[in-house]
């Protein structure tokens, strides 16, 4: 684990839906592993329901905050149209963990299609994982704890890769918000499942791949 | 959660109050509270302002458990004064502010470079580049050029941890202010912090009066002199700075501050520059060290100054080498955009460009089907009592062809700025609102003239500007906005805020400068906004005097707060698709992020972002939006008053 040198990940999302307190589940995590974590947050104006993007950068070589177009090795997106718009931001044969929530902006309602916007994404040179976060979260009754779900497929994802190891659960549950805490326990795990039976055999060595290098 | 929660917002610097040592992960505001915090402040005050507002946010949120005294003040040269006068008693102080904020404070600025402290006095700039949340992008690094005030910048948390317990001591040692700048990236990045044990502060000060504190003209010529001697003795100090560095044996000498460093130093080991390049990594922006300068420069070719902004370190360095006679290539401005933040894109072009390697191959666009993603400006939250309000007048106003000319302000009111409600043709600066109002109704003849600005505004830079409306007789409206918070920064206390049980009401504030016509309506009353501002605009016409209407309802974010911490169960409210006939005014006018609507135009409520506030229901001419559940909406009410 302290052999990391630098991961990438950046998180897309709509201003609200919690991309600040994911990127602080992922650096502490790895502060936990004793690994060194960056994350440029957004903040202000761009907080009322505008689009967010949050880099966390990872990693003894990481000196500085922000994630060039094309350097990012996983993206977390919240939501499918800002997972469209900061796609460039991953490099090529990335990882891309997406919600399946589409959130239009007001009175943009008839310019709007969630199928073209998934072709677009995995017409890239990337691994798109198109994930039911929401609906999840949603349906154990905390509509706004996405973010846990998506999280959970984060860790699991880093699990298969070798980077974290069986002991992250433990490390893990600790920081998971203490309101509803159950539900959040329960939804953590829901999002490694998930993500388990989404990643097939194929995906799953081009992760090893990918993320193997870093480690 | 985090951007919503009015207490417990900055659990991070909490969770550290406890501990003396090992590793915390903390936002570079929080680091630098940190490190006020164990160089032992007693006092901080500030106006919230992004990027700065965490710095003393986080310091309110443990004032109480560490003993020290912080508040939020009414606008930053209020702060600045009250730190001042801590320093000058033997206290240490900390005032923040954003970039702008430092204008508001500049008065008192420049008279505390004159004055001294007796005890370390650090004033915290954060500059906005990019302009994420600011009306310009000025360098504050200048300030210190004009104001005899040293300025120091770090590069990560880590640092301006540990620079900002330093710049007190040597604040103290000085017997001098200090700025301490940082910028929105530094700010709003969270990294690793080291812990350092947090003494007992000291709270209690005395006052040794000197002559120096009274700047009538015969003393300040007499101050005029020191101060220039004191600089003297500051720019020899500073020669031995410990957080500024020379490393590196190469022929080409990068000078770099602050976040440029960071990007520097990544980029020069990724690029494979280090047996090339000597790295002078400054933290004392301004003075630039002369020796360590010379020192940097000894045998290298060529000096490459990389920064953020304005060449202020550039400058500084041809000077230095020219009155030194050294005669080396200087390079710098012109080797990228001047405007906005550093970014490795931004620096790596200048190192290929400078050590002749090939341009970064471009990413993106890389083939594939294109498709409309539509922008997502920031909007109204939803049960904003803006909406309501905004949507009104943009109705009134175009229905009864009224001529207006809208001067507004800072805060989320800004947004009005944008479609549908186009309500804003100004926004400029704190309390320009009423301001450029005064001239505006003096010279556009029979426009009605609206200024529009909310509580926290109000009271920072409003209140002058409307004293001045009410005794030169300009006819106005002003639209005083109180949602009982400083909204847009995070929920800071303004003077309109119930602290426990405390405030200064605006309307006793206004009739007391002797405006006549002063309403206060609730923005969620449609009915009564339409027919009090038609009200006031008659008025203002027939008078030619100001008249002031209150908007008065809680931020929606806080009053959900309350509704959540209180328990009070959510319902949505839910469209009638039998009543719907899909005539978009709820979602293209009313424009509530939680409505949307399907193929067949009809709307829909989201379930997920509404929060229950039922403004949209008497919107819709046909009467199709209702609570999904019956809600007692008067018992609710005291959430939002």
């Known amino acids: 684990m302290g052999s990391v040198r630098e991961l990438n990940i950046v998180i897309a999302g709509v201003g609200g839906q919690g991309q600040l307190f994911l990127s602080r589940l992922v650096a502490e995590t790895f502060l936990r592993y004793g690994v060194p974590s960056m994350v440029a947050e957004t903040h202000g104006m761009s907080q009322r329901g505008g689009s967010v993007l949050v880099h966390v950068r990872v990693g003894k070589d990481v000196r500085a905050p922000l994630i060039p177009k094309g350097r990012a090795d996983i993206m977390l997106g919240m939501e499918l149209i800002e997972t469209a718009r900061y796609v460039d931001y991953v490099k090529e044969g990335g990882v891309i963990l997406a919600n399946d929530k589409m959130i239009v902006p007001p009175g943009q309602h008839a310019k709007v299609e969630r199928s073209a916007l998934i072709e677009y994404v995995s017409g890239r040179s990337v691994r798109l994982y198109l994930l039911p976060s929401s609906s999840r979260a949603a349906s154990l009754g905390i509509p706004l704890s996405a973010n846990v779900h998506i999280f959970g497929a984060l860790v699991a994802l880093l699990e298969l890769a070798g980077i974290f190891g069986a002991e992250v659960d433990s490390l893990v549950e600790a920081l998971l918000p203490r309101r509803f805490l159950t539900q959040n326990t329960v939804l953590y795990r829901l999002g490694k499942e998930d993500l388990k039976s989404v990643v097939n055999p194929v995906g799953l060595t081009g992760i090893q791949k990918l993320l193997g290098l870093l480690s | ?641």
């Open chain 2, 1 to 641: 959660m985090f951007l919503t929660s009015t207490t417990g917002k900055y659990v991070s610097l909490r969770r550290t109050i406890g501990l003396s040592s090992g590793l915390a992960l903390l936002l570079g505001n929080e680091a630098i509270a940190r490190g006020a915090l164990e160089a032992g402040i007693g006092v901080a005050a500030a106006y919230p302002g992004t990027p700065s507002s965490e710095i003393v946010g986080s310091l309110y949120d443990v004032a109480s458990d560490v003993g020290i005294y912080v508040e939020w003040s009414t606008n930053e040269k209020v702060a600045f004064e009250l730190c001042w006068a801590a320093a000058l008693s033997g206290v240490r102080a900390l005032t923040a502010m954003k970039h702008v904020g430092l204008n508001v404070a500049s008065d008192a600025l420049m008279s505390s470079a004159y004055t001294g402290v007796r005890e370390g006095f650090v004033v915290v700039s954060a500059d906005d580049p990019s302009m994420w949340s600011s009306q310009n992008e000025q360098d504050n690094r200048l300030y210190g050029l004009i104001s005899y005030v040293p300025v120091f910048e770090p590069e990560n948390p880590g640092e301006a941890k540990e620079l900002t317990r330093f710049l007190f001591d040597f604040s103290s040692q000085m017997k001098h202010p200090v700025i301490l700048r940082t910028t929105t990236r530094l700010s709003h990045t969270r990294g690793q912090v080291s812990l350092g044990p947090i003494p007992k502060p000291k709270t209690a000060g005395e006052f040794r009066p000197e002559p120096g504190y009274a700047l009538l003209p015969g003393n300040s010529r007499v101050r005029r002199l020191e101060l220039l001697r004191k600089w003297e003795s500051i720019e020899k100090e500073l020669a031995k700075f410990p957080f500024n560095e020379v490393r590196g044996d190469g022929k080409t000498l990068i000078v770099a501050a602050g976040l440029s460093h960071a990007y520097v130093s990544e980029l020069v080991n990724r690029l494979g520059l280090t047996d090339r390049v000597r790295i002078l990594k400054l933290t004392t922006v301004y003075p630039v060290p002369k020796d360590l300068l010379l020192r940097a420069v000894e045998g290298v070719e060529k000096v490459v100054v990389v920064e953020e902004l304005e060449p202020v370190v550039e400058l500084q360095v041809r000077a230095l080498l020219g009155a030194s006679g050294v005669n080396v290539e200087v390079v710098g401005r012109g080797l990228h955009e001047r405007a906005y933040e550093v970014t490795f894109e931004k620096v790596e072009s200048v190192l290929r460009k400078v050590f002749d390697l090939p341009p970064a191959s471009e990413k993106g666009g890389d083939g594939g089907s294109q498709v409309n993603i539509p922008p997502r400006p920031p909007v109204f939250c939803p049960g904003c009592p803006y909406r309501p309000l905004f949507f009104e007048l943009r109705r009134v106003i175009n229905q009864a062809k009224i001529k207006a000319v809208f001067a507004g302000d800072i805060g989320c009111y800004s947004l009005a700025y944008y479609p549908p409600y186009r309500l804003q043709d100004t926004c400029v600066e704190m309390g320009g609102s009423i301001g450029l109002g005064n001239g505006f109704s003096r010279v556009l003849g029979d426009a009605v003239v609206v200024s529009v600005i909310g509580d926290s505004t109000f009271y920072h830079a409003g209140i002058p500007a409307l004293v001045n409306a009410v005794y030169n007789e300009h006819p106005q409206l002003v639209i005083v906005l109180d949602n009982m918070v400083t909204a847009m920064t995070g929920h800071q206390p303004s003077p309109s805020t119930r602290l426990n049980g405390r405030y200064v009401p605006l309307e006793n504030l206004v009739r007391g400068l002797g405006v006549e016509l002063v309403s206060i309506v609730d923005p969620y009353d449609i009915g009564r906004v339409r027919e009090e501002f038609l009200k006031a605009v008659e008025y203002v016409k027939a008078s030619r005097r100001p008249a002031v209407l209150i908007f008065r309802r809680k931020c929606a974010l806080v009053a959900l707060d309350e509704m959540r911490e209180a328990g009070e169960p959510i319902a949505p409210y839910v469209v009638d698709g039998q009543k719907c006939t899909g005539c978009g005014i709820c979602y293209n006018f009313f424009a509530c992020p939680a409505i949307g609507s399907g193929d067949d135009r009809k709307a829909y409520i989201d379930p997920d972002l509404c929060i229950g506030c039922g403004a949209c229901a008497p919107v819709c001419p046909f009467k199709a939006i209702a609570p999904s559940k019956p809600i007692d909406q008067e018992r609710l009410a005291r959430y939002w008053f």
